[in-house]
């Protein structure tokens, strides 16, 4: 898991000095990656192996509440980073967090994690929502990996699994699809929000509603990102990008897909609204 963020690292480097217009939004992803990375080195070996269910998302069972002795200290940490590092209203929303009682960091962090309303804490929605989100993925991710008994894992596979819209581990929204060589073709596979988990997921069907009419399903592209593009829905009006890795095996899901800015502007140009805003709230 290590080499995972280190690869994220170099591969928002490489992109920022490709894609000038998206540098500002990679340094400041870079900033929350590394403090990602810090916190899940930290927590390693402090969480429990999640035992295996047959239904039901896994990791609703666990809650970061069991273990807010050790992320009570590090949210602090956290939106004192946010504050020195973010744009205006993301810093202003950490400051305003800052001096939250600690009892309601904990209601926000729990609202998340089980997929439930935020707290009103007095910060806008979609600010709101970044903190937990990208506080929570790293503890979420190593106990999803311990889960799994692996580093990171092949996508999880089943025929259920192929057509489910959530994470089959926590429950959340994908934050992208990715394409990988497979036989004469390409496999499709969906990378939870939250968890980092990959499911397998059916090549031609939308991910928000299930639509699997080619004709109803819509792709944007540009040449200068032959490897990722945009998969909607005429249906839903959603979308998710994809990254095709037998386009561009280097890139990186989740940092190219924060990186094509220009293809989620093209999307809610055309009315389309992401199924999961990434880290940079697109």
């Given at each position: 898991?290590?080499?995972?963020?280190?690869?994220?690292?170099?591969?928002?480097?490489?992109?920022?000095?490709?894609?000038?217009?998206?540098?500002?939004?990679?340094?400041?992803?870079?900033?929350?990656?590394?403090?990602?990375?810090?916190?899940?080195?930290?927590?390693?070996?402090?969480?429990?192996?999640?035992?295996?269910?047959?239904?039901?998302?896994?990791?609703?069972?666990?809650?970061?509440?069991?273990?807010?002795?050790?992320?009570?200290?590090?949210?602090?940490?956290?939106?004192?980073?946010?504050?020195?590092?973010?744009?205006?209203?993301?810093?202003?929303?950490?400051?305003?967090?800052?001096?939250?009682?600690?009892?309601?960091?904990?209601?926000?962090?729990?609202?998340?994690?089980?997929?439930?309303?935020?707290?009103?804490?007095?910060?806008?929605?979609?600010?709101?929502?970044?903190?937990?989100?990208?506080?929570?993925?790293?503890?979420?991710?190593?106990?999803?990996?311990?889960?799994?008994?692996?580093?990171?894992?092949?996508?999880?596979?089943?025929?259920?699994?192929?057509?489910?819209?959530?994470?089959?581990?926590?429950?959340?929204?994908?934050q992208v699809s990715v394409l990988r060589e497979e036989g004469h073709g390409a496999a499709r596979s969906l990378l939870c929000a939250r968890c980092e988990t990959?499911?397998?997921?059916?090549?031609?069907?939308?991910?928000?509603?299930?639509?699997?009419?080619?004709?109803?399903?819509?792709?944007?592209?540009?040449?200068?990102?032959?490897?990722?593009?945009?998969?909607?829905?005429?249906?839903?009006?959603r979308y998710i990008k994809e990254v095709d890795l037998t386009r561009d095996g280097l890139a990186v899901p989740v940092v190219d897909e924060i990186a094509a800015?220009?293809?989620?502007?093209?999307?809610?140009?055309?009315?389309?609204?992401?199924?999961?805003?990434?880290?940079?709230?697109?």
């Open positions: 898991m290590t080499a995972s963020w280190e690869r994220r690292l170099q591969r928002a480097e490489e992109l920022a000095q490709r894609w000038p217009f998206a540098t500002e939004a990679l340094k400041f992803y870079a900033h929350v990656a590394r403090f990602q990375a810090s916190l899940q080195d930290a927590l390693r070996g402090s969480v429990p192996v999640l035992a295996c269910k047959e239904e039901g998302f896994v990791l609703r069972s666990a809650s970061p509440l069991d273990h807010r002795l050790l992320l009570r200290p590090k949210f602090a940490g956290f939106l004192e980073l946010v504050r020195e590092i973010a744009p205006p209203q993301l810093a202003a929303a950490a400051d305003a967090l800052r001096s939250t009682p600690e009892e309601l960091w904990e209601a926000l962090w729990d609202g998340y994690w089980r997929g439930q309303a935020l707290p009103d804490l007095e910060v806008e929605g979609p600010l709101l929502a970044f903190f937990p989100k990208a506080f929570l993925q790293p503890y979420a991710a190593l106990l999803a990996a311990g889960l799994r008994g692996d580093g990171e894992g092949d996508a999880l596979s089943s025929p259920g699994v192929e057509t489910s819209p959530v994470c089959p581990l926590c429950g959340a929204a994908p990959e499911w397998r997921y059916k090549r031609v069907r939308c991910v928000a509603c299930g639509e699997e009419e080619a004709r109803r399903l819509v792709y944007l592209q540009a040449t200068e990102w032959p490897h990722v593009r945009v998969s909607a829905c005429q249906v839903c009006r800015i220009p293809l989620d502007l093209a999307a809610g140009e055309e009315g389309y609204e992401k199924v999961e805003p990434n880290l940079i709230g697109l």
